[in-house]
């Protein structure tokens, strides 16, 4: 155990000194400016530079993608920001893919075989509508040389012929008939309804009347009755013989039509065959060919339908030559090199296409294979589709689906039905097999929770693209600020920067990314920065942008946006909000949180207490008490009591109850960047030394007292400025903040210069030590040195340990001591 200090000093009688320890930063330290080593007078003379630059592992990543042409080599590109995200990917992919060879047409034709399955048929590029423009040509020209040839005289006299010789066939079949006929005693005539009539013939007179016959005598009657039913069936036999000859005849008559169809529809085939020189439009063409000639009625000249009324709705009519029709879902005829398509609406239908459906004149819902509508990811077949995953996720069916087509490499068509309930079946056209590369646009979030929960992820986005948001502050990077500047003036129209802007710009990108060896990599911002400059320099009438049209952009920018921070310094300076800016107190210090609001952030002071009482309730945070802090923040807090129980509570239990509170704080808190703040009041509160309040601090601690990096440290350090710029400045006021953040501070110039004038301070803290010996003007020592911070704090620690043993020790006596209630009533 530690030795007790041979004497006791009260905090109260303790003088106060400086802290040699802390030393305060310079404003030549604090004053971040750029200077450009390109030599340029103004962004005119700069040429534009190439996309993604200092985003060396992504284009490496987009490299390989591209590169690999298998299948699951699909790209997820994250960290691309600004809304023309996709617009610069396909920039970069088309330049990528300029030198790939271009892909084929895609084509749907009728499958004569099985009707409801059309056929899917792969052609060179621009073939698609060439072969649809010669099935045009066909139908048109069978249309009009049909009809002709049927009318020339050839096949008149060849049709004539084959009458002439069927009908003589039938007139020697009735000759021999009517031969046989009055053999057996009888005669045949054609009644006026067209029917066939036996009639006797008796003593060579036909019987006129029912009574002649009935006058003769009965073995007659039997002769004529028994004669009667074998001509009978030798006319039955005539007439089955009489109908073969007229369908032989209809035959060898639709043999000549097939004849002289065939001889004019072959040469047009073979043409279309030649030059669309394919095996499966081969094939077509066959069973075109073979459709054709059993369809020629189709092509002949048609009667004019009788009109109807409108209200008699008949059967609907047949759609004549949709058969020969050609769907062309994919045309490349003006396609350079591979596709590449993006889509900016990434839903079912724009993505796989669907077949449409259309209500006839009876109402019914009735489709046919040129109907079949292509989506992007047949479009981009042999090329690349760019889209916003994020879009397509909030779609319905389109995650499953697109997960089933790059696994299986083939795109089914099929109708889109959102309400399956009511779907009806339709045509199920042949798959297509596809090969495209797909790279996809989301945030890093979105990347990491797909990965790590859907394992067909892994499958078919294999390469990950992850842009940064910052580069290195080196030369070529600020050059390319300069060639953003130019080719956004260029391609707007707008004055061009001098290089006094270009160089402000840059400090705009260090201070977004928040580090002075870094700037912002993203274009999008810098870009509406530019715009935004431009804007103001054409009201001024200015022919240049110089640095202050971009000073006055961020001006107005936090002018539009800082309603909110004005009313909350209007809070304090009112006294509202409760934050002390002078004087000195005990348990009482002012910590930094930055706020967000839209596009604006800024720092805001808050008061943080500290009491501490005799228990074992140990540390209490209040906000985690009351449901209004982060985990991370109650991280913070229980880092605080492994401090205290590694630096005091060696040789003695801790045992107190203390309880920490950001005051007037009525929302949540989050984040661990005032552990060290309320370190610093408990401290002040247990040595009850008091702090001084014109000293605002933040900063992360560990469990052995460093104090650590935080973010917003700009925010913070501005935000506690501009209140006591308000209130007044008075010399002594400033910020504690960790030494680790110093690279990161790219402050206000008005800051920069109230430091340079003694009005404001700021000081880079590396320990606890470091930061209480300046907050209390008192050395902080070691446990066992008196006079010392840690030593009033060790000391006020074991009075609290023997007191509460005391206590509890009395109040066991006392217990002990007390007689039972049944004592007392004997």
Avoid at 309 to 334: A, C, I, K, S
Avoid at 377 to 386: P, T
Avoid at 558 to 586: A, H, M, P, W, Y
């Amino acid at each position: 155990m530690s030795a007790e200090p041979s004497e006791f000093q009260h905090p109260s009688k303790v003088a106060l000194q400086p802290a040699a320890s802390a030393t305060e930063l310079r404003a030549e330290e604090l004053r971040f400016q750029v200077s450009l080593s390109a030599d340029f007078h103004t962004t005119e003379e700069l040429t534009p530079g190439r996309d993604f630059i200092g985003q060396e592992r992504a284009q490496a990543a987009l490299e390989l993608g591209l590169g690999i042409a298998s299948g699951g080599f699909n790209i997820f590109v994250s960290g691309l920001t600004g809304a023309d995200k996709l617009e610069a990917l396909h920039g970069w992919v088309t330049r990528q893919a300029a030198q790939a060879p271009t892909p084929g047409d895609w084509v749907y034709v009728h499958n004569f075989a099985r009707p409801d399955e059309p056929r899917a048929i792969d052609l060179a590029p621009g073939r698609g509508c060439r072969l649809k423009e010669l099935m045009n040509d066909l139908v048109k020209t069978l249309r009009e040389e049909l009809p002709k040839a049927f009318r020339q005289e050839a096949f008149d006299k060849e049709k004539s012929q084959l009458k002439d010789k069927y009908v003589a066939q039938a007139r020697a079949l009735s000759t021999a008939l009517e031969a046989r006929a009055r053999e057996k005693g009888f005669a045949i005539q054609a009644s006026p309804d067209g029917n066939i009539v036996l009639i006797p013939i008796v003593n060579g007179r036909p019987l006129e009347s029912p009574e002649e016959f009935t006058r003769l005598s009965e073995e007659e009657q039997k002769t004529i009755a028994a004669n009667q039913r074998q001509v009978a069936e030798e006319l039955a036999t005539f007439t089955a013989k009489q109908q073969e000859i007229m369908r032989a005849m209809a035959e060898d008559v639709r043999l000549v039509e097939k004849r002289f169809g065939e001889a004019l529809l072959t040469p047009l085939l073979d043409a279309t065959s030649r030059e669309m020189n394919s095996p499966e439009v081969d094939q077509y063409l066959a069973e075109v060919k073979a459709h054709i000639i059993e369809n020629l009625d189709d092509f002949k000249e048609q009667e004019r339908p009788t009109p109807t009324l409108p209200f008699l709705l008949g059967p609907p009519p047949r759609e004549l030559f949709l058969e020969y029709e050609v769907n062309v879902v994919v045309d490349n005829t003006h396609t350079k090199g591979a596709p590449v398509l993006v889509e900016s609406s990434p839903t079912y239908l724009n993505l796989f296409g669907t077949i449409e459906r259309v209500v006839d004149r009876t109402g019914r819902l009735v489709t046919n294979f040129t109907r079949i509508k292509s989506g992007s990811l047949l479009r981009a077949h042999g090329g690349y589709l760019i889209f916003n995953l994020e879009d397509a996720l909030t779609e319905p069916a389109v995650w499953k689906a697109l997960k089933r087509t790059l696994k299986n490499g083939r795109i089914e068509m099929e109708t889109y039905e959102p309400f399956a309930l009511f779907a009806t079946s339709g045509l199920r056209p042949e798959p297509v097999s596809i090969q495209v590369k797909v790279v996809v646009v989301g945030s890093p979030l979105v990347y990491q929770m797909l990965y790590a929960w859907d394992e067909e992820v892994r499958e078919i986005f294999k390469i990950h693209a992850d842009f940064r948001h910052t580069m290195e502050l080196d030369a070529q990077h600020l050059l390319a600020y300069g060639q953003w500047v130019a080719q956004v003036c260029r391609q707007e129209g707008l004055p061009h920067f001098d290089r006094s802007a270009v160089e402000r710009l840059v400090e705009f990108g260090a201070r977004q990314a928040g580090d002075r060896q870094k700037v912002w990599a993203a274009s999008a911002e810098i870009t509406d920065l530019v715009r935004e400059a431009a804007y103001w320099a054409r009201k001024d009438n200015g022919q240049l942008v110089s640095a202050r049209y971009v000073q006055k952009a961020l001006d107005q920018r936090v002018f539009r946006s800082n309603r909110i921070e004005e009313e909350l310094r209007d809070f304090i300076t009112q006294g509202t909000i409760l934050v002390d800016i002078d004087g000195r107190k005990v348990g009482q210090i002012n910590g930094l949180a930055v706020l967000q609001m839209g596009e604006h952030s800024f720092g805001r002071p808050s008061r943080i207490t500290a009491s501490v009482a005799m228990g074992q309730a140990g540390i209490v945070n209040i906000e985690r008490e009351s449901r209004l802090s982060g985990s991370i923040h109650d991280k913070g807090l229980l880092i605080l009591s492994g401090y205290l129980r590694n630096r005091y509570g060696q040789d003695k239990p801790l045992t107190l109850s203390a309880s920490l509170c950001f005051e007037q704080s009525y929302s949540g808190i989050e984040g661990d960047s005032a552990s060290s703040t309320e370190l610093y009041a408990l401290l002040s509160r247990l040595a009850e030394l008091p702090v001084r309040q014109d000293l605002a601090v933040t900063g992360s601690v560990n469990q052995w007292g460093e104090v650590q990096a935080i973010g917003g440290a700009n925010e913070k350090i501005e935000g506690f400025f501009d209140v006591c710029r308000v209130q007044g400045l008075t010399g002594r006021q400033g910020v504690l903040m960790p030494a680790s953040n110093v690279r990161n501070l790219i402050l206000r110039e008005d800051v920069i210069e109230a430091v340079a004038q003694g009005k404001f301070h700021i000081y880079p803290i590396r320990t606890i030590d470091e930061g209480i010996a300046l907050l209390t003007g008192v050395r902080a020592g070691t446990v066992d040195e008196a006079g010392t911070v840690n030593g009033f704090v060790n000391r006020r620690l074991r009075d609290l340990a023997t007191s509460l043993k005391s206590f509890s020790t009395s109040s066991d006596e006392a217990s002990a001591k007390k007689p039972s209630s049944t004592e007392e009533e004997r």
